[in-house]
């Protein structure tokens, strides 16, 4: 019941979190990279006042915690202990982030900072995919992508009245014409098929 339960909270959290991840241009497979020694300094910074709570949630004992408090000294030294202590067992960028998302909630602002740094790590080791992401990014939005009025987006009352005029072959196919050409055959489909049923 108790893995049931922490099954759900996960696909919740990867719900609520995929919109921050498109929009920075990151997928699930970022979240999934551990966090090295050399990468503590800057998280710790980034995790909220309330480091003892997020401890709980990353599932870190109250005695370690409580060691941790005693021998950390200010709030960011016990920042950096809890994370040297985490990354001992394979702390990941996701456990991070599942943590500081269940101490609040999706818009939490360090969650965000952590999206932005793990972003930059991501550009420093691989330039490019960078370079990738960025030349998407430059390329104006095709005709084909924005939403289209077509005969099929209608009721299919409205589309039965609406016969498209096709398009003369495929040799006449270009990038501006091929989704009106696959909405004429999506019809002509769909027709074909409702004279199959009213037989």
């Given at each position: 019941m108790e893995k049931q339960k922490e099954s759900e909270m996960k696909e919740n959290f990867y719900q609520k979190i995929k919109s921050q991840l498109?929009?920075?241009?990151?997928?699930?497979?970022?979240?999934?990279?551990?966090?090295?020694?050399?990468?503590?300094?800057?998280?710790?910074?980034?995790?909220?006042?309330?480091?003892?709570?997020?401890?709980?949630?990353?599932?870190?004992e109250e005695s370690t915690l409580d060691h941790i408090k005693e021998v950390g000294g200010s709030k960011l030294g016990r920042k950096k202990k809890l994370l040297e202590y985490c990354i001992s067992k394979k702390l990941r960028y996701e456990d991070i982030i599942y943590g500081l998302?269940?101490?609040?909630?999706?818009?939490?602002?360090?969650?965000?900072?952590?999206?932005?740094?793990?972003?930059?790590?991501?550009?420093?080791?691989?330039?490019?995919?960078?370079?990738?992401?960025?030349?998407?990014?430059?390329?104006?939005?095709?005709?084909?992508?924005?939403?289209?009025?077509?005969?099929?987006?209608?009721?299919?009352e409205e589309r039965q009245l609406n016969q498209p005029k096709l398009t003369k072959s495929q040799g006449h196919l270009t990038p501006e014409t091929y989704a009106d050409h696959f909405f004429e055959m999506l019809w002509l489909e769909e027709n074909e098929h409702m004279k199959k049923l009213e037989e």
């Amino acid at each position: 019941m108790e893995k049931q339960k922490e099954s759900e909270m996960k696909e919740n959290f990867y719900q609520k979190i995929k919109s921050q991840l498109l929009a920075k241009g990151l997928v699930v497979a970022d979240l999934q990279k551990n966090i090295r020694e050399e990468n503590v300094d800057a998280i710790a910074e980034l995790i909220g006042k309330d480091w003892y709570t997020f401890g709980k949630y990353m599932k870190v004992e109250e005695s370690t915690l409580d060691h941790i408090k005693e021998v950390g000294g200010s709030k960011l030294g016990r920042k950096k202990k809890l994370l040297e202590y985490c990354i001992s067992k394979k702390l990941r960028y996701e456990d991070i982030i599942y943590g500081l998302y269940n101490s609040s909630d999706e818009h939490n602002p360090s969650i965000n900072g952590v999206l932005d740094y793990l972003l930059t790590q991501r550009e420093s080791e691989d330039p490019k995919s960078n370079e990738r992401q960025s030349s998407k990014q430059r390329r104006p939005r095709s005709k084909l992508l924005q939403q289209q009025d077509v005969p099929w987006q209608a009721i299919f009352e409205e589309r039965q009245l609406n016969q498209p005029k096709l398009t003369k072959s495929q040799g006449h196919l270009t990038p501006e014409t091929y989704a009106d050409h696959f909405f004429e055959m999506l019809w002509l489909e769909e027709n074909e098929h409702m004279k199959k049923l009213e037989e």
